[in-house]
């Protein structure tokens, strides 16, 4: 089993609909939380970090974090042609000791296109 | 402002040739990072370095090699035993404090073609 499952899409929905974006993990040790946006031949853009269970609300978007279902997801409301990108999960654990790097584990991406 | 930087934007390598991949921030940040991107493919970390002078191996290291002389800078190497070097690579970095509390952030990328 992968340590972390995202379905690749594509999804295609029609502008103004809400999205519903979806990773589950089997690791219990991820701690941190972020989803990322990425344009064709672009960087991923950070959207969203969450620590831990609990919701995040920035704008249209809404990041849920359920631990002890191993499961995220990030809804985007009012969805727009601009939103039409890939969306990437990633996690991490809190690292043994301290120091500056950790490493994240990323999904595959979800493939958006939002349809004016 | 303020960002991560990587360049070329394409690179194209001949076989048997080492080909050098550029990342400058200006970010202040301590860690830095390189991914491989292919299509279909989450990402996967190749080379992490923490402080001037100190890196470690990612996930798939064989076949590149890095050095971090300067806070600001990370250079990739794509040496002639990487036999399948064709991906999109991206950099990232991590502000001070960090210890997974605090995200990486992504520069724009290099994509690399066998000729």
């Known amino acids: 089993q992968k340590e972390v499952e995202q379905d690749p899409g594509p999804l295609s929905v029609p502008e103004g609909a809400i999205v519903s974006l979806n990773c589950t993990y089997s690791?219990?040790?991820?701690?941190?939380f972020m989803w990322y946006r990425q344009y064709s031949r672009k960087g991923p853009e950070l959207l969203m970090y969450t620590y831990s269970s609990g919701n995040k609300e920035d704008g249209r978007f809404t990041a849920q974090v359920d631990k002890s279902s191993k499961y995220i997801s990030l809804f985007i409301r009012d969805s727009q042609p601009s939103d039409s990108a890939t969306y990437l999960c990633?996690?991490?654990?809190?690292?043994?000791?301290?120091?500056?790097?950790?490493?994240?584990?990323f999904g595959k991406g979800t493939l958006l296109t939002v349809n004016p | 402002d303020g960002g991560i930087t990587q360049s070329p934007k394409y690179l194209f390598r001949k076989e048997g040739q080492n080909v050098t991949l550029s990342c400058e921030q200006n970010l202040n940040h301590d860690a830095m990072y390189w991914y491989r991107q292919d299509p279909g493919q989450g990402l996967r970390l190749i080379y992490y370095s923490q402080i001037v002078n100190d890196f470690q191996k990612g996930d798939i290291a064989e076949g590149y090699s890095v050095s971090r002389e300067k806070k600001e800078s990370f250079p990739l190497t794509v040496t002639s035993a990487q036999k399948n070097p064709t991906a999109f690579y991206l950099c990232a970095s991590t502000p001070p404090g960090g210890g997974g509390r605090q995200p990486q952030h992504f520069g724009d990328g290099t994509r690399l073609s066998i000729l």
């Open positions: 690791n219990s040790a991820f701690q941190y």
């Open positions: 990633a996690m991490s654990r809190i690292p043994n000791s301290g120091g500056s790097n950790y490493k994240l584990t």
